[in-house]
């Protein structure tokens, strides 16, 4: 244990300081080794939002047909014009 907190002194921090050259190539390094996996997860992750959001889409045009909703709307038109007091300009 002594060890660990030992090589973690000033020396390890001199260690570590690098210049941005070094920090550029192996943030580089990084992406370029994992770009693929990221790559593939981002498809997928895309692909699922999509399909929930077509989903959605194609419930809601199932559950709530055009056609019951504007005749609900015309039944109701109908209602309120035969309602509707009339006059000499009707």
Do not use: C, H
């Amino acid at each position: 244990m002594a060890d660990k907190g030992s090589a973690q002194g000033p020396d390890a921090m001199e260690q570590e300081k690098l210049t941005r050259e070094q920090i550029r190539r192996r943030d580089m390094a990084y992406w370029a080794k994992n770009s693929g996996r990221l790559r593939t997860r981002n498809i997928f992750t895309g692909l699922a939002i999509g399909g929930i959001v077509l989903g959605i889409y194609g419930y809601t045009f199932y559950s709530v047909p055009q056609e019951k909703f504007l005749d609900e709307l015309e039944d109701e038109a109908k209602v309120v014009r035969a309602n509707y007091p009339k006059t000499s300009a009707n």
